[in-house]
C-alpha cells in the first residue's frame, strides 16, 4: 500500500512538473511573440529608411560628379584651341564644386587618394596657365601643343578621380544592400534563435547607415528621416523592456528543465535549454542626442 502510494506521488510530481515545463514554454512562447512583434515593427521601419536615404543619396551621388563627367564629354568634342582652353575652364569650375562637396562626406575628405589626386591637378593647372601665358606671348604652334599636352594630362586624370570617388561613396550603397537582405532574411527566419542572430546583423548595419547619414545634410534636414530614427530608437527601448521578460521566462524554464525529476524527462519529451535574448551584444542602432 505504501509502495503505491510513493509510487502514485512520484507519477503527480512528474505531471505537476511536466505541466510546469509545458507552461513555462508557453510563457516563452508568449514573450517571444511581444519581441518578436516589435522587431518587426523595425524592420518594416528599414524599408522607410532605405528609401528615404537612397534618394538622397542617388541625387548626391549623381551631382557630385556630372559636372565632371559633362566637362570630360566636352574635352573630347572640342575642335580647336579656343574651345580646349573653355573646356579646361569648365573643368576648373567642376573640380572646385566637387572638392567643395567632398567636404560633406568624412571617408572622401580624409582619403589620401583624394588629397593626391588634387594635389596634382592644382600642379597641373599651375603648369597650364604658364603655358598659356607663353602662348599669348608667342603665338606659337609650339607653345600651343605644350597647353594641349598639359590640358590632356589633366583630363587623363578624370577616371581614377572618379574611381576614387565612387569607391568611398559606393560603402553607401553596401548598406543599404546589406539592410534589405538581412530584412528579407528575418521575415523567413523559423526561429527565436535565427531571428536574435539576424537582429544582431541589424543593429550593425543600422549603426552604419545612421554613421553615414552624418555625412549628408539633406538627410540631417529631413523630417521623415529623423522622425523614423525616432520611432527606431523607441522601438529598441520597447525591445530592452521586453526582452526582460523574455529572460526572466527562460531563466526560470532553464532551471526547472535542471532539477529533478525534471533533468530525465527534458531531453525525450523536447525540452530543451532555451537561449537567451542577449540584447548586450547588440549594437543600439540609434543614438538619440541631447541638445540644450
Not at 512562447?29 to 537612397?54: H, P, Y
Not at 589633366?154 to 569607391?167: A, D, G, M, Q
Not at 538627410?219 to 522601438?235: C, D, G, Y
Request: proline share 2%; aromatic share 12%.
Amino acid at each position: 500500500m505504501n509502495f503505491m502510494f510513493l509510487i502514485c506521488v512520484l507519477i503527480a510530481y512528474v505531471i505537476v512538473n511536466f505541466t510546469k515545463m509545458t507552461s513555462g514554454k508557453k510563457k516563452i512562447n508568449s514573450e517571444w511573440e511581444q519581441v518578436d512583434a516589435q522587431l518587426k515593427r523595425k524592420f518594416d521601419l528599414t524599408q522607410n529608411l532605405v528609401e528615404i536615404f537612397n534618394e538622397c543619396f542617388v541625387q548626391d551621388e549623381t551631382n557630385i560628379l556630372e559636372d565632371v563627367i559633362a566637362a570630360q564629354n566636352n574635352f573630347f568634342r572640342a575642335q580647336n584651341p579656343q574651345q580646349i582652353i573653355d573646356v579646361n575652364l569648365q573643368m576648373d569650375n567642376a573640380l572646385k564644386k566637387l572638392f567643395v562637396e567632398t567636404e560633406n562626406y568624412t571617408s572622401l575628405k580624409e582619403s589620401s587618394e583624394l588629397k593626391n589626386l588634387k594635389k596634382k591637378f592644382e600642379k597641373i593647372q599651375t603648369q597650364i596657365n604658364e603655358c598659356i601665358a607663353d602662348f599669348q606671348n608667342n603665338m606659337t604652334e609650339n607653345a600651343w601643343r605644350q597647353i594641349e599636352n598639359k590640358i590632356r594630362q589633366k583630363f587623363s586624370l578624370i577616371p581614377n578621380l572618379n574611381t576614387t570617388v565612387e569607391k568611398y561613396i559606393s560603402s553607401e550603397k553596401i548598406i543599404l544592400d546589406n539592410i534589405n537582405q538581412i530584412r528579407d532574411n528575418y521575415f523567413h527566419a523559423q526561429t527565436p534563435e535565427e531571428k536574435m542572430q539576424i537582429t544582431k546583423q541589424m543593429s550593425i548595419e543600422l549603426k552604419r547607415l545612421f554613421d553615414a547619414a552624418e555625412n549628408y545634410p539633406k538627410l540631417q534636414a529631413n523630417f521623415a528621416f529623423t522622425n523614423f530614427e525616432q520611432k527606431i530608437s523607441k522601438i529598441e527601448d520597447k525591445i530592452d523592456y521586453l526582452s526582460q521578460n523574455y529572460n526572466e521566462a527562460v531563466k526560470k524554464y532553464n532551471e526547472s528543465t535542471l532539477i529533478y525529476p525534471n533533468n530525465f524527462l527534458s531531453k525525450p519529451f523536447g525540452f530543451r535549454k532555451i537561449k537567451y535574448f542577449n540584447t548586450d551584444e547588440l549594437q543600439r542602432s540609434t543614438t538619440l542626442k541631447v541638445e540644450f
